[in-house]
């Protein structure tokens, strides 16, 4: 059986009102070597039902249902069946633009690169409305050694280009080869399944095209969710990320405040179990966690936002902490468009 060129995962959860839509962007590419691997995970709508009439019509397609456990482990599942050379990862309610496919073939037949980063559309959704869409560019660049892209890491992790798997095409040999996994998370996996790639790359190539359309509910984000061990995760993040490199520690440190910001907003939304005092509690176990104290010592300054989460968490007033949580809870939830442009400029 001739291997395809890509093999293209996509996790799917409810997803009948989308996943067509999302397909037919995949099915309509110039480039068409791929494979076309759906898990659909655990779905409670019609989601099998609509993947599997589009099998009928493309031997490309191929869906594997399995009870529900989450996006990182549909992946696994999906990579674990996965043939091709190279590896691309994909929601089941977003898009690809017209001939992005193509793109990503032409830069890996002239470069041979370990990982492609690519630009993306960004559109925040309100109420199932586009409230706003921008574009993240990235600069055209050539890396060719991992000590040169350890060095280009945290620049690129603070245009928001790295902690996300949609805009990137992985070699599944070096997958496969060092075991690398989606841990069983609800949050920070994409970050760690990222992080634990790039310790065995070489070449890196980013690209300044638009390859990715992503869509995402504002008031519904994950940062407005409360999942238990969701600090947790951030912290493993960041532990990990200063084993890899202690290249720019000091936005790195930057970046890990504002990823536990996001862990402490959720206390506010009606699905969190805490009582006042049990949020309280909360908050002050995050201030006084030593990768914390920590983050907050090496924290960069630089720019108006990061200086005051810095004096925020070094305060380790947990009441103030709750106070301008509440705010950017009740903000992101008003106004999905303003707290993204906030996110965007931190």
């Known amino acids: 059986m001739r291997q395809p060129y890509f093999s293209i995962i996509m996790p799917a959860y409810n997803a009948a009102k989308s996943i067509e839509q999302t397909v037919n962007s995949i099915l309509t590419q110039k480039w068409t070597d791929f494979e076309l691997i759906i898990v659909n995970d655990g779905s409670t709508d019609a989601t099998e039902q609509v993947v599997q009439n589009l099998t009928y019509t493309d031997s490309r397609i191929s869906l594997k249902t399995i009870p529900n456990g989450g996006p990182g482990n549909a ?36 470069s041979r690169p370990d990982l492609i980063v690519s630009s993306y559309a960004l559109n925040v959704m309100d109420k199932g409305e586009v409230a706003e869409t921008r574009e993240v560019i990235a600069e055209n660049q050539l890396i060719e050694s991992n000590e040169a892209f350890l060095q280009h890491l945290y620049p690129l992790m603070n245009q928001q280009l790295m ?22 998370y609800s949050s920070c996996e994409d970050r760690l399944f990222n992080i634990r790639y790039y310790k065995h790359v070489e070449k890196v190539k980013v ?26 995760t951030f912290v493993e993040f960041y532990v990990e990320l200063k084993k890899l490199t202690l290249n720019h520690l000091d936005g790195s440190s930057a970046l890990f405040l504002k990823g536990v910001m996001s862990c402490i907003i959720p206390v506010h939304s009606p699905e969190c179990p805490f009582t006042f005092k049990q949020k ?18 090496l924290s960069s300054k630089e720019g108006l936002m990061r200086r005051a989460m810095s004096l925020l968490f070094k305060s380790k007033s947990k009441r103030l902490v709750y106070i301008a949580s509440r705010v950017m809870y009740i903000v992101s939830n008003t106004s999905p468009k303003v707290i993204e442009k906030l996110k965007g400029n931190f």
């Open 280 to 297: 309280l509690s909360y908050i002050k176990t995050i201030l006084h966690h030593p990768e914390v104290v920590q983050a907050t010592k």
């Open 75 to 110: 992946r696994n599942i999906g990579i674990q069946q996965a043939t091709g050379q190279y590896l691309y990862l994909m929601d089941a309610d977003d898009g690809l633009p017209k001939g992005a496919l193509k793109i990503y073939a032409a830069i890996l037949e002239e």
């Open 207 to 232: 690209v300044s095209d638009v390859l990715y359309r992503y869509s995402f509910e504002g008031r519904h984000s994950l940062t407005n969710k409360f999942l238990m061990n969701k600090f947790d």
């Open 163 to 184: 902690y996300v798997i949609w805009n990137k095409v992985y070699r599944l040999n070096i997958i496969q080869e060092n075991q690398i996994q989606f841990p069983p």
